[in-house]
């Protein structure tokens, strides 16, 4: 498995602790693998929960109505490489 960037590491306890993930780990995650559906099993509820957290810990707005909201969701790489882009904290 691929050694997660410190932004993923960050961002993978965000993830882990925003949606009371018990039984998943830091090294649980796959930063290339789906977040929604095979993946992690995330729903749109999750996606909600995230983008708050988010919000509040980088300063990152993530709207349901923006075009890539999927893309930004792909992956926990894809999800951080935004946060990155688009952080003001």
């Known amino acids: 498995m691929a050694t997660l960037s410190t932004l993923e590491q960050e961002v993978g306890r965000l993830i882990i602790e925003t949606l009371h993930l018990d039984g998943i780990s830091l090294d649980d995650l796959d930063p290339q693998a789906p977040l929604f559906g095979d993946g992690l099993g995330l729903d749109s509820i999750d996606a909600l929960e995230l983008a ?38």
């Open 52 to 89: 708050l957290a988010v919000s509040q810990r980088y300063g990152v707005t993530i709207s349901s109505q923006d075009p890539n909201v999927r893309a930004i969701f792909g992956s926990l790489s894809a999800f951080c490489a935004h946060i990155a882009a688009h952080r003001v904290r």
